[in-house]
């Protein structure tokens, strides 16, 4: 699919993905906010908010100030949420959730990837919890995402351990490529927002994704590739006889996920304060 989709075994490169509007449609916290409903985690007025949050994310996301907002909140929001009990609803709804909203064209660039000798990792704001089970749905080597405390309770304690966001995600590539001997100038990146930026400056190949305006300015100026994602996909439908890939996803960080399924709550609130103001 891709033009300049090489062979390069050696040294060894990686193709690194945002996930949300990237890789999958919608987004991947906001997407399990009726499941986290179902499981007692939230109430029915977030659900009614996340789904407006749903609505303005897909019309054009969040903003560096909204996203600051999120991750201050995040603490307060899933203070308490038993860890074990997001995974479950998590594994139990994923299939039916993510499957049909995963872009065909991105899976056929995952699929190019591995194919070409790369790693494939999705670094992601959202936590891991949601994260992971996403990546080994499909066939990612390693996941980078957003992880908060966990008590000796098994809850989260609301304390915010690592953000992946902005230069956090670049800083986490340049990391692993240290770390796995990856040669930065042969990687590719993949991202829909130009908070990901540091992100596609970091690696030799990077790609605009159904960028927000921001990022369309940025990648046309840089003469950066602008890939249109719009088919989604069900897994199924692409392979008849489809399981989970057996290649294992080698977490590269880990916790909340589910926190961050309530962010709608976060950009609801800060827009109702702006619109008072």
Not at 9 to 34: E, G, H
Not at 86 to 91: L, P, T
């Amino acid at each position: 699919m891709l033009k300049g989709v090489e062979n390069h075994l050696s040294p060894r490169a990686a193709a690194f993905f945002d996930l949300d509007k990237t890789v999958i449609a919608k987004s991947s916290t906001l997407t399990f906010s009726k499941s986290f409903y179902q499981g007692g985690l939230i109430n029915r007025r977030a659900v009614l908010r996340t789904a407006y949050s749903q609505f303005v994310f897909l019309a054009g996301g969040a903003d560096h100030d909204q996203m600051e907002r999120m991750r201050k909140y995040l603490s307060a929001l899933c203070r308490g949420w038993n860890v074990e009990q997001v995974k479950e609803i998590v594994a139990e709804t994923l299939h039916d959730l993510i499957d049909p909203i995963i872009y065909d064209e991105a899976a056929t660039l995952i699929e190019e990837h591995h194919t070409a000798g790369r790693d494939v990792v999705i670094v992601s704001t959202s936590g891991a919890e949601v994260v992971e089970p996403i990546g080994e749905l499909l066939g990612a080597d390693r996941v980078v995402a957003t992880r908060m405390v966990v008590g000796d309770d098994g809850c989260f304690t609301g304390e915010v351990e690592y953000y992946a966001y902005g230069p956090t995600k670049a800083e986490a590539v340049r990391e692993l490529a240290a770390s796995e001997g990856y040669d930065l100038s042969r990687c590719y990146a993949y991202s829909d927002s130009v908070t990901d930026t540091p992100m596609l400056e970091a690696v030799g190949h990077p790609h605009a994704v159904n960028p927000d305006r921001a990022l369309r300015r940025e990648a046309l100026a840089r003469e950066w590739p602008i890939l249109d994602f719009h088919r989604p996909v069900r897994l199924k439908q692409r392979f008849p006889a489809f399981s989970v890939p057996p290649r294992p996803a080698l977490v590269a960080a880990a916790a909340i996920g589910a926190a961050a399924a309530t962010a709608g709550l976060v950009w609801y609130a800060s827009r109702r304060r702006s619109t008072v103001a």
